[in-house]
């Protein structure tokens, strides 16, 4: 894990496209802002963590002859 200091309206750039900013900081909370292109998803991890949770339970074994039904109708 890279990890870097910044100060309120300091900023990083990822990948050339997204920046992320420091917008403010009280206590021990950080509000960020992020800017990047429309395609490129962006969630907190929690609710990542939830959508891979779902994914996962969707791909049982019902849901797996839903898809070979899907492709093979």
């Given at each position: 894990m890279l990890t870097l200091?910044?100060?309120?309206n300091e900023s990083?750039?990822?990948n050339n496209n997204i920046e992320?900013?420091?917008l403010d900081i009280?206590?021990?909370?950080?509000?960020?802002?992020i800017s990047a292109p429309r395609e490129v998803p962006i969630y907190r991890k929690e609710i990542y963590l939830q959508i891979?949770?779902?994914n996962k339970s969707s791909m049982t074994a019902d849901g797996m002859d839903v898809l070979k039904n899907l492709l093979n109708g």
């Open positions: 200091s910044r100060k309120r990083l750039v990822i992320v900013t420091i009280r206590g021990d909370q950080v509000k960020v802002g891979q949770e779902s």
